[in-house]
């Protein structure tokens, strides 16, 4: 079942995120496919995240799709005018990619070309805007097209650190949808009960809503995140467990797993983010029983 039917049928949904290669060897990238498909509904392919330069992640959409698995690729603004932008949606219709998320991109200064200016011609709202209309079949000048594609598009939702907060990003989230975004992604998820607040908010999206999972692998990330993410929820209860458990690796990669299982039921879907552990993806869907 595609990604599009298995979003409207309300059937729980599984996606990996896998980032490209830095250079050209898709050697690693081709492995940590093939060992999880059919297990998962798609992978998804960020543009460069964090502003780390990688290969396109059209290029690697187009790679998942020769292994037989679906894509969903990210764009962001802050790379790309409008003419490319425009152009790159264009040739993932026409290279088989059906699926995008509009994301909001880091800023250069966390990246490895802090040199690199930023483009943002547009913002979220009107890339999607920008999606809506070539799906109209007509671009951003006002001109028709010859032939218009056709995408499941999506978006993401800000991270909050309180009830204020948590409004002000749900609002926007509204105007996404609003503007043609079809299913919202969350920031990741580490107290399920926390989270569970959260949703009840975003019936009033009206869209399906899928849950990021973020794999933490030490003491020391769940420390960093604890600290520098108060919106995140990550209890000293977790970090704890962590730190106390035998095989600390083999732990995060179950809570992991704990985590996706308890949000079945609750969320359209999730999204599991390993940023360099792609290789435990399978052990992780182990734990979670799928």
């Given amino acids: 079942m ?9 059937e729980f949904m599984v996606l990996a995120e896998m980032n490209t290669p830095k250079g050209v060897d898709i050697s690693q990238l081709i492995t940590n496919a093939r060992r ?11 543009d460069m995240d964090n502003g780390v330069m990688r290969m396109s992640a059209l290029a690697g959409g187009v790679l998942m799709q020769q292994q037989g698995i679906e894509a969903v690729i990210h764009i962001y603004c802050r790379d790309r005018n409008r003419l490319a932008l425009q152009g790159d949606i264009l040739a993932a219709h026409v290279l088989g990619i059906q699926n995008l998320v509009v994301a909001n991109s880091e800023e250069m200064a966390n990246g490895d070309h802090r040199d690199a200016k930023p483009v943002n011609d547009l913002d979220e709202l009107g890339l999607l805007q920008a999606v809506a209309s070539l799906q109209k079949g007509v671009d ?29 990003a749900l609002a926007l989230a509204k105007k996404k949808v609003d503007a043609g975004a079809r299913f919202i992604i969350t920031p990741p998820v580490f107290d399920v009960e926390r989270f569970s607040h959260f949703l009840s908010e975003a019936k009033v999206l009206g869209v399906p809503i899928i849950a ?33 458990a035998s095989d600390r690796e083999n732990e995060c990669l179950k809570i992991a797993g704990e985590t996706i299982a308890a949000l079945k039921g609750k969320v359209a879907g999730v999204k599991i983010e390993t940023h360099g552990w792609e290789h435990r993806l399978a052990s992780i869907l182990d734990y979670a029983q799928l």
């Avoid at 595609?2 to 309300?10: E, V």
């Avoid at 059919?38 to 392919?45: E, H, I, L, P, Q």
């Avoid at 097209?145 to 907060?165: C, K, R, V, Y």
């Fill in 36 to 46: 999880i498909k059919g297990r998962v509904d798609a992978v998804v392919v960020p």
């Fill in 2 to 10: 595609s990604f599009q039917k298995r979003l409207a049928s309300g």
């Fill in 212 to 244: 990021t999972i973020f794999l933490i692998k030490s003491v020391g990330i769940a420390r960093y995140i604890a600290l520098n993410e108060p919106g995140a929820g990550l209890s000293e209860g977790l970090i704890q467990r962590i730190r106390k």
């Fill in 140 to 168: 951003l000048a006002g001109f028709e097209l010859e032939g218009a594609p056709s995408f499941t598009t999506g978006s993401t939702i800000a991270s909050f650190a309180n009830d204020a907060a948590m409004a002000a």
